[in-house]
T-cell receptor, first 117, second 115 residues
Framework: AQSVTQLDSHVSVSEGTPVLLRCNYS??????LFWYVQHPNKGLQLLLK??????LVKGINGFEAEFKKSETSFHLTKPSAHMSDAAEYFC???????????????FGKGTKLSVKP | DAGVTQSPTHLIKTRGQQVTLRCSPK?????VSWYQQALGQGPQFIFQ???????QRGNFPDRFSGHQFPNYSSELNVNALLLGDSALYLC??????????????FGPGTRLTVL
């Protein structure tokens, strides 16, 4: 069975400093991995996705993540945090041999990112 | 272009009642998935509909059922409500294209409170 573990339930950073949100995955085959962001009272938004192409994935709003098979990790980073980045972030793995409509999404428990002025 | 829409926004029910939640997919999408997000948790997959049939189902009891209409919109029904059914219910739509990934777009959700 596939699963993801988000190692921190809450991360607090100062504006302008780097962001690191950690995620480890478990999968019996090559996974499809994603990061979603959820702002209060808004729907989930896809930040970036890894689907067995380049291991360094660039997403929206300056976020990126690196797929490391040897470490079974898919950590999310951003060089400089902005106040608008404060939100809940979910690491996600797709069920099945391929993602998309046929595969349901398996979410981690989330990491709440706080950004201090 | 309207994204995924859900109704109602909020709903309060009592134990034992039945509830119906509605979802309209993003324009051009033909697949709808439903997720339950309990407070402080990540969303959990309930089921997925494509071509008006349930294609996949997560670990949820038969009290949870759904339907997809010819216009691709969908309903989620929950019977015999329990306190533990209180959650944010999310609908996601996507376009079925065979074997490669297609992004699921999420709606803002319906907040269900069971008293």
């Amino acid at each position: 069975a596939q699963s993801v573990t988000q190692l921190d339930s809450h991360v607090s950073v100062s504006e302008g400093t780097p962001v690191l949100l950690r995620c480890n995955y478990s999968s019996s085959y090559s996974p499809s991995l994603f990061w979603y962001v959820q702002h209060p009272n808004k729907g989930l938004q896809l930040l970036l996705k890894y689907t067995s192409a380049a291991t360094l994935v660039k997403g929206i709003n300056g976020f990126e993540a690196e797929f490391k098979k040897s470490e079974t990790s898919f950590h999310l980073t951003k060089p400089s945090a902005h106040m608008s980045d404060a939100a809940e972030y979910f690491c996600v793995v797709s069920d099945g041999n391929y993602g998309g409509s046929q595969g349901n999404l398996i979410f981690g428990k989330g990491t709440k990112l706080s950004v201090k002025p | 272009d309207a994204g995924v829409t859900q109704s109602p926004t909020h709903l309060i029910k009592t134990r034992g009642q039945q509830v119906t939640l509605r979802c309209s997919p993003k324009s051009g999408h033909d697949t709808v998935s439903w997720y339950q997000q309990a407070l402080g948790q990540g969303p959990q997959f309930i089921f997925q509909y494509y071509e008006e049939e349930e294609r996949q189902r997560g670990n949820f009891p038969d009290r949870f059922s759904g339907h997809q209409f010819p216009n691709y919109s969908s309903e989620l029904n929950v019977n015999a409500l329990l306190l533990g059914d209180s959650a944010l219910y999310l609908c996601a739509s996507s376009l079925y294209r065979g074997t490669y990934y297609n992004e699921q777009f999420f709606g803002p959700g319906t907040r269900l409170t069971v008293l």
